[in-house]
Nanobody, 116 residues
């Protein structure tokens, strides 16, 4: 079992940057594929970036070249570096494991607001 807590969100101006963190506890963190998801008002929750236990990554087309997902297994943490932020990036951001997504188990998330 893995428990996840997202942090690092906030209010930033267009073109700014944020670094989100997802801290994990329980089980063996390094064995899990991880993903960042986001849900904007009135929209469904979509995958933004994923990273496998082996370090392979994938990104939604809308964030390619701007966002970078990484993991530090020694710290049991997954990161999402977000650069060149746009107003359309405004959403609640969640991290999750494949199992958590399948079981529809989500944490509180962290709010990212991009506005001038």
């Amino acid at each position: 079992q893995v428990q996840l807590v997202e942090s690092g969100g906030g209010l930033v101006q267009p073109g700014g940057s944020l670094r989100l963190s997802c801290a994990a506890s329980g089980s063996i963190f390094g064995s899990y594929d991880m993903g960042w998801y986001r849900q904007a008002p009135g929209m469904q929750r979509d995958l933004v970036a994923g990273i496998t236990s082996g370090g392979s990554t994938n990104y939604a087309d809308s964030v390619k070249g701007r966002f970078t997902i990484s993991r530090d297994n020694a710290k049991s943490t997954v990161y999402l570096q977000m650069n060149s932020l746009k107003p359309e990036d405004t959403a609640v951001y969640y991290c999750n494991t494949l199992l958590g997504r399948t079981l529809n188990l989500w944490g509180q998330g962290t709010q990212v607001t991009v506005s001038s």
